[in-house]
């Protein structure tokens, strides 16, 4: 999966938060972490494949939380984009 694709995957996320009224500062982070993956030189499943979500927590943008959803995108091809009962799987 190449960044422009995870990247589309997180804001597709953001989105979803927003149509669901999800906390600004939620939707911000997708948004960043988008932008931050679309910046990089070196794509994200090579990041993850050495390094796991270690590598992809120093980025900026990218807290611990969003690095463990990015990871399972790479490594699944999903993302689950809402807690609890409004959970949607985001299939790659």
């Given at each position: 999966?190449?960044?422009?694709?995870?990247?589309?995957?997180?804001?597709?996320?953001?989105?979803?938060?927003?149509?669901?009224?999800?906390?600004?500062?939620?939707?911000?982070?997708?948004?960043?972490?988008?932008?931050?993956?679309?910046?990089?030189?070196?794509?994200v499943?090579?990041?993850?494949?050495?390094?796991?979500?270690?590598?992809?927590?120093?980025?900026?943008?990218?807290?611990p939380?969003?690095?463990?959803?990015?990871?399972?995108?790479?490594?699944?091809?999903?993302?689950?984009?809402?807690?609890?009962?409004?959970?949607?799987?985001?299939?790659?």
């Amino acid at each position: 999966m190449d960044n422009r694709t995870i990247a589309t995957r997180l804001l597709d996320v953001a989105h979803t938060l927003e149509r669901k009224h999800a906390g600004l500062y939620r939707v911000q982070a997708y948004r960043r972490a988008a932008q931050t993956i679309l910046g990089l030189d070196q794509p994200v499943e090579e990041l993850v494949a050495h390094d796991g979500r270690k590598t992809l927590k120093q980025l900026p943008g990218i807290g611990p939380k969003l690095s463990v959803k990015i990871e399972t995108l790479v490594r699944t091809g999903e993302i689950a984009s809402l807690k609890g009962a409004e959970k949607e799987p985001v299939t790659v």
